[in-house]
């Protein structure tokens, strides 16, 4: 009995020492692998964290740069604000220059024709006081060039062709004459004699509407006006024109007629011998 009982202490003694054995052995593989498993989990959330750090600085990044690029945005939108401004304020200048520049013109090209019809008024006083001078003196001045006709100290030309107002009157002062101005009826009975066209005169209101004005500017001190004209038909008729009738009539500058009459001084000849010694007096044409 005593060797059976001991024999199966052996045994059980034999099992429980194998079996701690091997729970010994499956703790070692156990906390090996989970040393393992540990290990690459940490390793793992070790890689994870450097990716979430470097997803973080690149998010920060992009942000900053987001930022930087908000901020050269405003700065061109600024820049710009001012260039236009600067452009808007340049262009103001500008047309304040050509206004300027516009408006110097005008009053050059005013004042030009100012001291230019001054001095074309002086040329005419000094050349009909020649004349006066002349005729108290003797002379004959009557003298006109080819293809005038003379009458009362003045020469006359009856020009034919479809000419404009501004054309006749450059084709007159080509001829170095003007466009008629008419003073008396006996002027006008004299041109009506000679002309049986529509013709243009020397008699407008471009400056001042209703303010006639002939080209020589003398005064109007004779009309010879159409019935019921000068009426301004259109509100743009500031040129004269003589009626083959003879009558006058205020039209469209830019009307065509087919004749013009330009007139120039006649000429002073030698003194006509005198017995008296005085002043011959002026055959009458």
């Given at each position: 009995?005593?060797?059976?009982?001991?024999?199966?202490?052996?045994?059980?003694?034999?099992?429980?020492?194998?079996?701690?054995?091997?729970?010994?052995?499956?703790?070692?593989?156990?906390?090996?692998?989970?040393?393992?498993?540990?290990?690459?989990?940490?390793?793992?959330?070790?890689?994870?964290?450097?990716?979430?750090?470097?997803?973080?600085?690149?998010?920060?990044?992009?942000?900053?740069?987001?930022?930087?690029?908000?901020?050269?945005?405003?700065e061109l939108q600024a820049e710009q604000k001012q260039m236009k401004s600067q452009d808007s304020h340049l262009a103001w200048n500008l047309q304040r220059m050509q206004e300027d520049l516009t408006q110097a013109k005008s009053l050059s090209l005013n004042e030009r024709r100012t001291v230019s019809n001054l001095l074309e008024n002086l040329q005419e006083a000094?050349?009909?006081?020649?004349?006066?001078?002349?005729?108290?003196?003797?002379?004959?001045?009557?003298?006109?060039?080819?293809?005038?006709?003379?009458?009362?100290?003045?020469?006359?030309?009856?020009?034919?062709?479809?000419?404009?107002?501004?054309?006749?009157?450059?084709?007159?002062?080509?001829?170095?004459?003007?466009?008629?101005?008419?003073?008396?009826?006996?002027?006008?009975?004299?041109?009506?004699?000679?002309?049986?066209?529509?013709?243009?005169?020397?008699?407008?209101?471009?400056?001042?509407?209703?303010?006639?004005?002939?080209?020589?500017?003398?005064?109007?001190?004779?009309?010879?006006?159409?019935?019921?004209?000068?009426?301004?038909?259109?509100?743009?008729?500031?040129?004269?024109?003589?009626?083959?009738?003879?009558?006058?009539?205020?039209?469209?500058?830019?009307?065509?007629?087919?004749?013009?009459?330009?007139?120039?001084?006649?000429?002073?000849?030698?003194?006509?011998?005198?017995?008296?010694?005085?002043?011959?007096?002026?055959?009458?044409?």
């Open positions: 009995m005593v060797v059976l009982w001991a024999g199966v202490m052996t045994l059980l003694f034999l099992w429980h020492w194998d079996t701690v054995r091997n729970l010994k052995q499956v703790e070692d593989v156990a906390a090996h692998s989970l040393k393992q498993v540990e290990d690459a989990a940490a390793q793992n959330v070790s890689l994870v964290s450097k990716d979430l750090q470097k997803y973080q600085s690149d998010q920060i990044a992009q942000k900053l740069q987001a930022i930087h690029m908000a901020q050269n945005m405003q000094v050349r009909k006081l020649w004349v006066e001078i002349r005729m108290a003196k003797g002379s004959a001045c009557s003298t006109c060039p080819e293809q005038w006709l003379n009458f009362q100290q003045k020469c006359y030309y009856f020009g034919e062709g479809t000419k404009r107002w501004l054309q006749a009157r450059f084709a007159c002062s080509d001829l170095e004459g003007r466009l008629v101005s008419i003073h008396s009826q006996e002027e006008q009975d004299f041109l009506s004699k000679h002309t049986s066209k529509d013709s243009w005169i020397g008699l407008q209101d471009l400056d001042v509407e209703g303010d006639f004005v002939w080209m020589d500017r003398s005064p109007v001190s004779y009309s010879n006006w159409l019935r019921g004209e000068p009426n301004n038909s259109g509100l743009d008729e500031h040129c004269v024109m003589m009626r083959a009738s003879g009558h006058w009539n205020d039209v469209f500058c830019r009307s065509q007629l087919d004749a013009w009459v330009c007139e120039q001084l006649a000429t002073c000849g030698p003194p006509t011998p005198s017995t008296s010694g005085g002043p011959t007096p002026t055959p009458t044409p």
